[in-house]
């Protein structure tokens, strides 16, 4: 996966977890985290949100486990495009690996302007279609934003096909690059209860792109967890997240409940550890941000500036 969820090794460095509860983590020795990484914000709901444990048991008790045509994918398409404007057509997959692997059956059309934003983040060994992920929410080269980072694009020769990285809650960041082929939306779900997606604006795009047949299960969780994603939206805004300045402004940039923090590269591991002994669990990758989780208390993040300071 381009964004795989321990991508350095340093989630290695927790304890064995018992068991996860909106933005906590319980460990078999007692401790608690604070879960700033939430998945790369596929956990931005909480461990499962708050619906979405009914939904999956709901589709087992169903026995919607296998593939199979369903309902569901003509609804996570509709609740897609309404939640990322401007795309028309909506592809579903087992893995991001597979989304990528898709876009070698596609063209790559004129781009309609210059492209915007850092590029980055390494493809999988099965992605050989000369892709490049461009996504407002990695540092690019030296830590500046959409200053036009590196990026690593499949084989192959020719134009690159260029894919946008959504994000929940990237008001605050860079805009998409005008002219992707495709965008990659990261669903406010858990890996393990939702497909990987394609957006197109071009419908000979999407055909080409195909798509795989899944359980419903997996299009049912996503489609519950942009409804509650909606619904969180209302109260998760500015006014919460800059209750997190007076702690952290000193270790991160904030951009909206973006985290990136202030060290070097080099310096990131010990950054890391420090925070884990504080009780906090920040984004495994220096260039991927940290999250601001729904709930947060004043002594969690003193404990944590105490422990970087």
């Known amino acids: 996966m381009p964004y795989a969820s321990d991508p350095s090794g340093l989630l290695r460095l927790l304890p064995p977890i018992r068991r996860a509860r909106f933005w906590r983590l319980y460990a078999e020795d007692g401790s608690r985290f604070l879960d700033l990484w939430s998945d790369c914000s596929r956990s931005v709901l909480g461990a499962k949100g708050t619906g979405l444990g009914t939904q999956a048991k709901a589709a087992v008790d169903m026995g919607l486990t296998r593939a199979f045509p369903s309902v569901w994918e003509a609804r996570l398409e ?3 495009l309404a939640a990322y404007p401007g795309w028309a057509f909506a592809r579903f ?27 980055g983040g390494p493809l999988g060994a099965g992605a050989r279609a000369n892709i490049a992920l461009a996504d407002p929410g990695r540092r690019g080269a030296g830590g500046a934003f959409g200053a036009g980072g590196a990026f690593e694009a499949g084989g192959g020769s020719g134009a690159a096909k260029v894919v946008a990285v959504l994000r929940p809650f990237a008001q605050a960041l860079p805009p998409p ?6 965008a990659l939306p990261l669903l406010p779900c858990p890996v393990a209860l939702a497909p990987s997606a394609l957006l197109f604006r071009d419908e000979e795009a999407a055909l080409a792109a195909g798509g795989e047949l899944l359980p419903p299960l997996l299009l049912a969780c996503a489609t519950r967890a942009l409804a509650e994603l909606a619904r969180f939206s209302a109260e998760y805004r500015e006014e919460s997240w800059r209750r997190a300045d007076r702690r952290l402004s000193p270790r991160f940039e904030r951009l909206g409940p973006w985290l990136y923090p202030r060290c070097a590269e080099a310096e990131y591991e010990a950054f890391f550890r420090s925070a884990l002994s504080s009780g906090i669990l920040l984004s495994p990758s220096w260039d991927l941000p940290s999250l601001l989780p ?16």
């Open 78 to 80: 509709k609740a897609l």
């Open 294 to 309: 729904g709930d947060f208390d004043d002594g969690e993040l003193a404990a944590l500036a105490r422990a970087l300071a």
């Open 93 to 119: 997959y087992s893995s991001d690996e597979a989304a990528l692997a898709a876009l070698g059956r596609v063209s790559v059309p004129p781009l309609g302007g210059p492209l915007g934003g850092p590029l």
């Open 177 to 182: 690059p005008i002219g992707a082929l495709a």
